[in-house]
């Protein structure tokens, strides 16, 4: 098991930056609050992967989120830029090397995604018991949402735009 796994259920937001490309400071964080003398992925993961958390290390963990939290906003680091950078940069690798391999993942992830779903609708697929078929529709609705953001641009400026105007007061 890995060490975002174990955390994640602690610490949504400390587990999402291990995976990602601020996981060295979220290990430092987690690090600090264990007591651990190396601020490394490495020892954290070793101090975590026990699975005996005791109840102050849960709350230590608790902290280094808040405190995590604290050092996003204090830098204005911004998780939604950084993955549209991510997405960004997949983009432009693909406009320099012109690599089929992503068009063709594309198209398979769509059409694996399409047809499982059709199959379902027309009865040819059953859910029931077949716990692959639930392990390769969540894979494949997670790729789908993927290549429509690789080729369609992210929603989550959509997103926040609703978010604002829900808050917001109506024009007189």
Known sequence: MELKDIIKPISGLLGTALAGPLGGAAASFLADKLGLSEKTVEAVTEAVATGKLTPEQIASVKLAEIDFQKFIETHKLDMAKLDVENTQG????????????????GLIIVLGYLGILLGLMLGRLT??????????????????????????????????????????????
């Open 90 to 105: 997949a983009r432009e690798m693909q406009i320099a090397t012109r690599s089929f391999v992503p068009a063709a993942l």
């Open 127 to 172: 859910v029931a018991d077949n716990q692959v078929l639930l392990i390769l529709i969540g894979a494949l609705a997670t790729g789908f949402g993927t290549v429509l953001n690789y080729y369609m641009g992210s929603s989550s400026g959509s997103q926040a735009k609703t978010e604002l105007l829900a808050v917001s007061k109506p024009a007189k």
